[in-house]
């Protein structure tokens, strides 16, 4: 983790309610926890199951989510801002064309900064976690980490 991504994570509630704010600007079903293993596939199809974390919110969080700590930061990295723009141009595709790409990319890396919350706390049970839990976490952090530094996700604090 770079230093800066590590003073952040110092003072994560300094800006959590910022950016908790920022997430609130919209308001759309949000899953809450978009992961490969809630996703299923079947031809072009997609059934998303596991909604107990729904909300609502800016669609972009989830997109923040999937991205930045589902994907390996080899894969993800660089793309970032293609996918937002690929997550934008759908939802037009749909007739949702009220949202700018700048504020999808905004209201990701608000998500990408934020969402580095979610395995930071599971490690509260460290001690009780199996080993493969423990790694999970370490790695989603890892990749968390390298996507707020990526993306200059801090600088919409300013």
């Not at 590590?6 to 949000?30: K, P, Q, T």
């Not at 141009?89 to 990408?112: I, K, N, P, T």
């Not at 790694?135 to 996700?153: F, G, H, P, S």
Request: negative net charge; contains cysteine.
């Amino acid at each position: 983790m770079t230093p800066v991504v590590a003073s952040y994570a110092e003072r994560f509630a300094d800006h959590a309610g910022h950016a908790l704010r920022a997430l609130a600007e919209r308001s759309v079903l949000v899953h809450g926890d978009i992961r490969a293993d809630n996703m299923f596939f079947s031809g072009d199809q997609l059934k998303v199951v596991d909604f107990q974390l729904a909300a609502r919110g800016v669609g972009a969080s989830d997109v923040a989510y999937l991205v930045s700590q589902g994907l390996p930061t080899p894969v993800r990295a660089g793309h970032d801002e293609m996918l937002v723009r690929g997550y934008v141009e759908s939802l037009a595709e749909c007739g949702l064309d009220d949202y700018s790409f700048d504020d999808a990319w905004r209201h990701y890396r608000f998500a990408v900064s934020y969402l580095i919350c979610l395995p930071v706390t599971a490690l509260m049970s460290w001690e009780s976690l199996p080993e493969r839990s423990r790694q999970l976490c370490l790695t989603l952090i890892e990749r968390a980490a390298a996507a707020i530094d990526e993306v200059d996700a801090l600088a919409v604090f300013e």
